[in-house]
């Protein structure tokens, strides 16, 4: 029985040896192709977009933390000119007129006189009935624990 299909013979001097030595290595795993029969092929990605897509993340969530620390910037700013006014008013208390003993927990009015100088009083802007007797009010406050003033009002 003659076999009908018969196998091509392999002409020895048309191999490429060069072009062979090309596509063997010593560490296959670093082959584009695949090396062995079941072996899978492994298809280079796309730096580019790889790289894009890194960069975008990355500077989104440089801009989320940059955010968050120009809200807490802003929320410190605000604190410390809070403070500032805090201190400033206290002092403006410290050297003021004060005729009685405050009580801590109690509202006071800080009052500027016509000579410049400053009065602490009990009685608010609302109880002189509409003429003040001084120069301006400054500011309501209140006597805390500490014997700091809290500014609740400042005008």
Do not use: C
């Amino acid at each position: 029985m003659v076999d009908s299909k018969k196998a091509n013979p392999i002409d020895v001097d048309k191999i490429d040896l060069e072009q062979m030595k090309k596509q063997t290595t010593d560490i296959p795993g670093l082959l584009e192709f695949a090396h062995s029969v079941g072996g899978f092929s492994i298809i280079p990605s796309d730096q580019g977009a790889i790289k894009g897509r890194a960069l975008a993340a990355m500077e989104q969530q440089t801009q989320m933390q940059m955010d968050q620390i120009y809200k807490q910037m802003k929320l410190l700013a605000e604190q410390a000119k809070h403070l500032q006014t805090r201190a400033d008013i206290s002092l403006q208390i410290y050297n003021a007129v004060i005729g009685f003993e405050p009580i801590i927990g109690q509202e006071y009015y800080l009052y500027e006189r016509k000579d410049n100088s400053k009065l602490v009083s009990m009685v608010s802007p609302d109880d002189w009935g509409g003429s003040i007797p001084y120069k301006e009010f400054v500011a309501k406050v209140k006597l805390l624990a500490d014997h700091t003033w809290e500014v609740i009002e400042k005008d």
